[in-house]
T-cell receptor
Framework: GESVGLHLPTLSVQEGDNSIINCAYS??????FIWYKQESGKGPQFIID?????DKRQGQRVTVLLNKTVKHLSLQIAATQPGDSAVYFC????????FGAGTRLTVKP | DTGVSQDPRHKITKRGQNVTFRCDPI?????LYWYRQTLGQGPEFLTY????????KSRLLSDRFSAERPKGSFSTLEIQRTEQGDSAMYLC????????????FGQGTRLTVV
């Protein structure tokens, strides 16, 4: 069936470097995507979203890129900080909202 | 606090008992979602409501699970005859409109079945 998935389960970066977290989706009809950050013991926290009529959207230190041709999303975090350490999920939000397994980002001081 | 509120935060129950969780969405949010999350996994979709109408249920939602949103505001998720495999974090999220908008999560209810 249709699903959302992630390429890598873990990512380790040095403090101050940029991070890139990838996500693949399979439903070509999906038109709205959200990135969430989840810290241990907490609910997912909304980071940024993008609609399919856009290729790129920027927030504070974060950028989401959408490539509809290959059905791929990425989340870029600039100047990664220790507080960015968490699990990151992309979600495909149609009528329901489906998540992949997540990528654990670890920031080394 | 104007965020999504879930109660209780933690629940320990014996196998075979029934449990009920409550979710209070952000005020005026029409859509409400329930998810289950086990360690190391992403949230698994269970069901969602548009106002008081339950519009979709996952196949994961066995007949022991039932959810309601009687007045289109708060929602409850009941699990009957709990099993050890039901141990998980149960998450609620809400959004305005009819989907395809920002959805915000509560802190979850951690269920442990012993």
């Amino acid at each position: 069936g249709e699903s959302v998935g992630l390429h890598l389960p873990t990512l380790s970066v040095q403090e101050g470097d940029n991070s890139i977290i990838n996500c693949a989706y399979s439903n070509s009809a999906s038109d709205y995507f959200i990135w969430y950050k989840q810290e241990s013991g907490k609910g997912p926290q909304f980071i940024i979203d993008i609609r399919s009529n856009m290729d790129k959207r920027q927030g504070q230190r974060v950028t989401v890129l959408l490539n509809k041709t290959v059905k791929h999303l990425s989340l870029q975090i600039a100047a990664t900080q220790p507080g960015d350490s968490a699990v990151y999920f992309c979600a495909e939000n149609n009528n329901d909202m489906r998540f992949g397994a997540g990528t654990r980002l670890t920031v080394k001081p | 606090d104007t965020g999504v509120s879930q109660d209780p935060r933690h629940k320990i129950t014996k196998r075979g008992q029934n449990v009920t969780f409550r979710c209070d969405p952000i005020s005026e949010h029409n859509r409400l979602y329930w998810y289950r999350q086990t360690l190391g996994q992403g949230p698994e979709f269970l069901t969602y409501f548009q106002n008081e109408a339950q519009l979709e249920k996952s196949r994961l939602l066995s007949d022991r699970f039932s959810a309601e949103r009687p007045k289109g505001s708060f929602s409850t998720l009941e699990i009957q005859r709990t099993e050890q495999g039901d141990s998980a974090m149960y998450l609620c999220a809400s959004s305005i409109g009819q989907g395809r908008t920002e959805a915000f999560f509560g802190q979850g209810t951690r269920l442990t079945v012993v």
